[in-house]
């Protein structure tokens, strides 16, 4: 295992570049594919590609917002008072490998955002703790539990359906939790990934004698933003900045809208996710003057994520506007019998996912040709969208986008983890064939 860890790792060091020129490769390829594959003119594709360009904005936002307030509800007093409690608690680098992965996983199964923030700041936590710990390997380790992210109770194309009135709710009904990520093969799905995959992670650390790379002890000199006490409080704006009266009141009063808006039956959408992660932060970091501080930090984890998700929402108007991705999913669903639809949808899922890796917008531009596909062959409905789900959420662990705020995090190059978390990818998608395929069979 680890002569193959070393073989991805120095394939990847060789040939892997930036996440960002990956973006810009995949831009490029987007607009051959459209030209050669469905004859369409650059101009055309040009203009679909202008102006898509911006049309995720909202949403970058939004995923902008999660991960930056993530970072400060991943590293407010009481949550790092928690976290060195888990870490005091590790002494070998294989059991540091182990509850990385699980952090990393049980965060991502509760909020994907907060799983990417929360798993590389434990991750980082143990690297500098216990002696011999392979740092780019316990970086993958934590990132590779964002997987768990489409089981959970933050997967877009699940919670996306099971709402009332959502855009597809006339073609395919609403599909409640219980159908998919609450179902019996998906709970068991989550389990097995759960046990297994810190086992693997821990099988891949370097043997004793072996070349451990750990963590330079240095990495966060001058990267934190220091509180600005102004003049020690004798002033009346260091008072408000510093004041725990106000925090306290803003932060309940943020608590009170999250109460009546449940009370009223409203839907627990990313506005209120991002709403509930901001409040909690607010009273969690105890002043205004720290919670800014902190944040400033956190921003630092998202400017990847700003430079690179127009160039994607541009690729994703591309695919959906040339005909791209109805082609890519027409290759499987041809082949498809109603047994086998799920597992062609993920497949044909974790291929379109290079080029769209969000999976709300993944959904809008797959989800219509799937779902026509399973009514029309006779597949369950419920099987089909969440192979579309899993596919999205296992090509995650290859796709350089959704790694950018591990790697913000912790200093290092795609290149350096890449390699482990290809052969991760491999088990996770293994595990999610033989599920989608027996799931199928069961119907």
Do not use: C
Not at 199 to 226: F, M
Not at 315 to 321: E, F, L, R, S
């Amino acid at each position: 295992m680890n002569r193959l860890a070393n073989f991805f790792t120095e394939l990847m060091r060789k040939y892997l570049p930036d996440p960002f020129v990956f973006a810009l490769g995949l831009t490029l390829l987007s607009v051959v594919l459209a030209m050669a594959v469905e004859g369409q003119g650059f101009g055309a594709i040009t203009r679909e590609w202008g102006k898509g360009f911006w049309s995720l904005l909202a949403f970058t936002t939004q995923m902008a917002v999660i991960l930056a307030m993530g970072y400060v509800l991943a590293t407010a007093p009481l949550t790092e008072r928690l976290l060195d409690r888990i870490v005091g608690a590790v002494h070998k680098p294989h059991t540091a490998i182990i509850v990385a992965t699980l952090v990393g996983s049980v965060g991502s199964y509760l909020n994907w955002g907060f799983g990417l923030v929360i798993g590389g700041i434990v991750a980082k936590k143990l690297a500098k703790r216990v002696k011999g710990v392979h740092y780019p390997l316990i970086i993958a380790a934590a990132y590779s539990g964002f997987t768990m992210y489409g089981l959970g109770l933050s997967a877009s194309i699940p919670v996306l359906i099971a709402t009332p009135g959502h855009p597809m709710a006339q073609q395919m009904g609403v599909v409640p939790l219980s159908e998919t990520i609450f179902s019996p093969p998906m709970l068991i799905l989550s389990l097995v990934i759960l046990v297994t995959l810190p086992l693997l992670n821990a099988w891949l650390h370097p043997k004793a004698g072996q070349k451990v790379s750990e963590i330079d002890p240095a990495i966060d000199q001058a990267t934190k933003a220091p509180v600005a006490d102004d003049e020690d409080g004798r002033t009346l704006a260091s008072r408000l900045n510093n004041s725990r009266i106000l925090s306290l009141l803003v932060g309940l009063l943020g608590v009170a809208y999250v109460v009546f808006h449940i009370a009223d039956g409203g839907s627990l959408d990313l506005n209120l996710i991002n709403f509930v992660i901001l409040f909690l932060g607010i009273l969690l970091l105890g002043t205004p003057a720290a919670y800014v501080a902190k944040l400033s930090e956190g921003i630092k984890t998202i400017s990847g994520i700003i430079l690179q998700y127009p160039f994607y929402a541009g690729i994703m108007a591309i695919m959906a506007g040339s005909g791209l991705v109805n082609t890519i999913s027409e290759v499987f669903v041809d082949v498809a019998t109603p047994s086998t639809l799920p597992f062609w949808g993920l497949i044909s899922s974790f291929v379109i996912n290079f080029f769209a890796p969000s999976g709300g917008g993944h959904w809008v531009i797959q989800g219509p040709f799937m779902i026509e596909a399973a009514k029309e062959i006779g597949s369950p409905i419920n099987q089909t969208a969440m192979s579309v789900m899993l596919g999205n959420a296992w090509n995650d662990l290859v796709q350089p986008f959704w790694i950018l705020p591990a790697l913000a995090l912790s200093k290092l190059k795609l290149r350096d983890v890449m390699g482990y978390t290809v052969i991760m990818m491999v088990w996770v998608g293994i595990l999610h064939i033989a599920t989608v395929l027996i799931w199928g069979h069961m119907a």
